[in-house]
Each structure stands twice: as C-alpha cells, then as structure tokens.
C-alpha cells in the first residue's frame, strides 16, 4: 500500500498577519471612534431641542384652553393631569407623559420666565449652567 503525501500543508495565520490585521483595526477605530462618539452627543442635543418644541406646543395649547401657562408650582404635569383649580382642562396634552431630557433629567420649567411668558430648558449632559458644546444649556427661547 502506498499513501500518497499531499505536498500542501495546512496552516494558519502567522503572528505578523495577526499583528497587521490588529493594527489596521487599532487604527480604524482611532479614526471612526471620536467621529461616531462627536455624533451621538449631537443627536441627544437634537433629542432635547425636538422634546423642547413638543413641550412648547403642548403649553400654548394648554394656554389657549385655560386662558394661562402653568405656574411653576404645576409645573409640566399640568399637561398629564389636571392641577387644582383648572376648569377647562382638556388634556392630557402629551401623549405619553412629560418626558425626561435625554440625560435622564427633568426639564426645567418657570413661569414666568426671565425670558418669556415662561422658561423651558434642560442643562445639558453635564448637567450644570452654561457650558459650551453638548455641556450647553438648550433653551425654549
């Protein structure tokens, strides 16, 4: 019996082809990384400024029906549930309850305003005053 020997060998990858191909991925992800990271505090300032808009809508519908905005003390649940002494409350004005910013926060709401007939606003994701970039207050004003 003869057995014929095949002349091709199996084999793997080097360990020089699997340090190029960790490169190559080391440096795609230094290069997409930061982009993809700068894009989603972008959009969670996009989210505030349309749940902002929303709230702003629901108010001056609220207004338009009770002859008035909210105090600061009803706050944004004036638009859920009606707050005592509202007799033409016809809400709820927001379909699924007053939403958080996208940082997990409550809006602020006051009325009246420093800037307007009330003042809506979130902090940002740093959650303080000012800041700059996505650290920035997003207002209603």
Same mark, same amino acid.
């Given at each position: ?34 982009r ?11 989210i ?30 004036? *638009? ?25 926060r ?14 809506? *606003? ?20």
């Open positions: 019996m003869f057995r014929t020997r095949s002349h091709r060998r199996h084999r793997g990858f080097t360990l020089l082809e699997l340090l190029v191909v960790l490169v190559v991925l080391g440096m795609l992800a230094g290069i997409v990384g930061p993809y990271f700068n894009q989603l505090g972008r959009s969670e300032a996009r505030a400024h349309a749940q902002i808009e929303t709230l702003v809508k629901a108010l001056d519908i609220y207004r338009l029906e009770n002859g008035d905005y909210p105090t600061t003390e009803q706050g944004l649940q004036a *638009l859920v549930s009606p707050p005592g002494g509202v007799t033409n409350w016809g809400g709820p004005y927001l379909r699924k309850g007053v939403p958080q910013d996208p940082w997990g409550d809006y602020i709401y006051r009325s009246p305003g420093e800037h307007g007939e009330f003042d809506l *606003l979130s902090l940002g994701r740093d959650g303080r005053p000012g800041g700059e970039g996505d650290n920035a207050e997003i207002t209603s004003w």
